[in-house]
């Protein structure tokens, strides 16, 4: 190999040095290191002492979190059928469909938490304990991670209490025996 070969692989090497450090450079000028106190919050995440705590039984209704019956009086299937394609990331809908990432939840309201046949759940929707019930439901919509801390469901939640409504009346109209919602 004579000089010339050596030194293309060389200057290839130096360039590609070169390359590699301007993108670093502009990448930090693009994206800056946030000071002390700035932080990017993620919703449903937990920090310091929340992250290692697990529920022993399932958590009260937030202050702002408004009782579901209202809603569910005037709930309509067909808009949570469509809300209900979110759930389809994860979950099957259908009578006898297999689980996914997430259990199958056809006939899932009323039914006993972390009670389905052949899903692993985490340990800490383990530890929740109860029924599916509309409220219970009402809960965990609005944010998994606020119910049951440490779950791998990492669904953000539907903050709409109308849509949250929706979703709960068509997931109970797909069961064998739906509960009467309420008047």
Not at 94 to 116: D, H, T
Not at 154 to 182: C, H, M, T, W
Request: hydrophobic share 40%; with cysteine; net charge neutral.
């Amino acid at each position: 190999m004579d000089s010339f070969e050596v030194n293309k692989i060389v200057g290839a090497v130096l360039m590609t040095l070169l390359i590699t450090t301007v993108i670093g450079h502009a990448g930090d000028i693009l994206v800056p290191e946030p000071k002390a106190g700035q932080h990017i919050e993620i919703a449903g995440a937990q920090t310091g002492a929340q992250a290692g705590a697990q529920p022993t039984q399932q958590a009260s209704l937030p202050a702002e979190l408004k009782p579901i019956e209202p809603f569910l009086a005037k709930a309509n299937i067909d808009d949570g059928k469509k809300a209900a394609n979110q759930c389809k990331t994860c979950h099957t809908l259908g009578k006898g469909e297999p689980a996914r990432i997430g259990p199958n939840l056809y006939g899932v309201v009323g039914v006993k938490v972390a009670s389905r046949e052949g899903f692993q759940y985490s340990d800490a929707i383990k530890k929740l304990g109860g029924d599916w019930s509309f409220e219970e439901l009402n809960k965990w919509l609005d944010g998994p991670q606020k119910v049951a801390p440490g779950t791998k469901m990492i669904f953000a939640g539907v903050k709409d209490e109308q849509q949250r409504a929706d979703l709960i009346a068509y997931l109970n109209s797909q069961s064998d025996a739906p509960l009467p919602l309420p008047k």
